[in-house]
T-cell receptor
């Protein structure tokens, strides 16, 4: 069964500093991996997704993630944090439904990012 | 803009009083999902529709039901809300082609349910 583990429930960085949010996956089949962002009292918005086309995936708002099979990781990074990046970030893996008809997202527990001025 | 819309954004209901949350979409996606997200937790899938086929997660309580009268609308019914059902409920859609796992889900803004 597929799963993801996010290391660190809370990460705090200074404005302008590197953002690194960690995600490790477990999957018996080639995974499809996603990063979503959630602002307070809002739904989830897709940042980026890995679908095996390229190991380095660029997303919206300057975020990117690198798929490393040897490390079973899909960490999210941004070179320079902005105050507006403060939110909760969820890593997710696509699960194949029984019968194999359609993937579905299994989420990690989330990492709350704080950005200090 | 095509989107997923949830109404209402905030819902207060009484303990034990049935409540319905609604979701509509203009994306014409054939898969619709309902997730429950409790405070500081990951979203948890309750069930989904693949076209008209209803698929319940094994651990979803019987208290939770869903209806999908057409492609655009999906409802979440909570028959007898308990205090433990207070949460954010998220509706999501995706385009469902058999065997295609690389399509992302599009989420609505959520409905925050309070049970008093």
């Amino acid at each position: 069964a597929q799963s993801v583990t996010q290391l660190g429930s809370h990460v705090s960085v200074s404005e302008g500093a590197l953002v690194l949010l960690r995600c490790n996956y477990s999957s018996s089949v080639p995974p499809y991996l996603f990063w979503y962002v959630q602002y307070p009292n809002q739904g989830l918005q897709l940042l980026l997704k890995y679908t095996s086309a390229a190991t380095l995936v660029k997303g919206i708002n300057g975020f990117e993630a690198e798929f490393k099979k040897s490390e079973t990781s899909f960490h999210l990074t941004k070179p320079s944090a902005h105050m507006s990046d403060a939110a909760e970030y969820f890593c997710a893996v696509s699960r194949r439904f029984y019968g194999g008809s359609q993937g579905n997202l299994i989420f990690g527990k989330g990492t709350k990012l704080s950005v200090k001025p | 803009d095509a989107m997923v819309i949830q109404n209402p954004r905030y819902q207060v209901t009484q303990f034990g009083k049935p409540v319905t949350l609604s979701c509509s979409q203009t994306l014409n996606h054939n898969v619709m999902y309902w997730y429950q997200q409790k405070s500081s937790q990951a979203p948890k899938l309750l069930f989904h529709y693949y076209d008209k086929d209803f698929n319940n997660e094994a651990d979803t309580p019987d208290n939770f039901q869903s209806r999908r009268p057409n492609t655009s609308f999906c409802f979440l019914d909570i028959r007898s809300p308990g205090l433990g059902d207070a949460a954010m409920y998220l509706c999501a859609t995706s385009s469902g082609n058999p065997g295609q796992m690389n399509t992302e889900a599009f989420f609505g803004q959520g409905t925050r349910l309070t049970v008093v």
